[in-house]
């Protein structure tokens, strides 16, 4: 093992809703500054993949989701000094409005076509958004 340097795993959800997708504008937490992702973050010992998924969307955006489905499976090493192993997860949306409940991390939620995403992308989302549009499904960067 190089250092302290750990190998981190990471769960990203697409949620959804009439068409569009849930993804808010990160700030400053040290990477992925002004990136658009949807709701994620680390698994949590012994957390399922979909606890894990249900756990960040209530804590970040206060919404409910289900139908949670495999997308993705990720090598992230583009931000420095960082390395990932990102679980991708697609999801539909169940209920509440999106509200940003970690305003140290995030500016804000909003619903977007496929056709019409804003930018820049978080990693990951790139790598969700082609898995959906290719059916791939592992990335090894």
Same mark, same amino acid.
């Given at each position: 093992?190089?250092?302290?340097? %750990? %190998?981190?795993?990471?769960?990203?959800?697409?949620?959804?809703?009439?068409?569009?997708?849930?993804?808010?504008?990160?700030?400053?937490?040290? $990477?992925?500054?002004?990136? !658009? &992702?949807?709701?994620?973050?680390?698994?949590?010992?012994?957390?399922?993949? &979909?606890?894990?998924?249900?756990?960040?969307?209530?804590?970040? &955006?206060?919404?409910?989701?289900?139908?949670?489905?495999?997308?993705?499976?990720?090598?992230?090493?583009?931000?420095?000094?960082?390395? !990932?192993?990102?679980?991708?997860?697609?999801?539909?949306?169940?209920?509440?409005? #999106? +509200?940003?409940?970690?305003?140290?991390?995030?500016?804000?939620?909003?619903? $977007?076509?496929?056709?019409?995403? #804003?930018?820049?992308?978080? +990693? #990951?989302?790139?790598? $969700?958004?082609?898995?959906?549009?290719?059916?791939?499904?592992?990335?090894?960067?």
């Amino acid at each position: 093992m190089a250092g302290d340097k %750990v %190998v981190k795993i990471g769960i990203g959800v697409l949620i959804f809703k009439n068409g569009k997708v849930l993804l808010g504008k990160r700030k400053d937490v040290g $990477y992925g500054k002004g990136e !658009y &992702a949807g709701p994620g973050g680390h698994l949590e010992f012994g957390e399922s993949f &979909a606890n894990c998924a249900k756990r960040e969307c209530r804590e970040e &955006a206060g919404i409910e989701i289900g139908n949670i489905r495999f997308l993705s499976l990720t090598n992230i090493k583009k931000y420095s000094g960082l390395h !990932y192993v990102d679980i991708g997860l697609l999801a539909d949306w169940k209920g509440g409005t #999106p +509200e940003v409940l970690e305003p140290t991390k995030l500016e804000s939620w909003g619903w $977007y076509d496929l056709d019409n995403l #804003p930018k820049p992308l978080f +990693e #990951p989302v790139k790598h $969700y958004l082609q898995a959906l549009k290719t059916g791939q499904t592992f990335f090894d960067e």
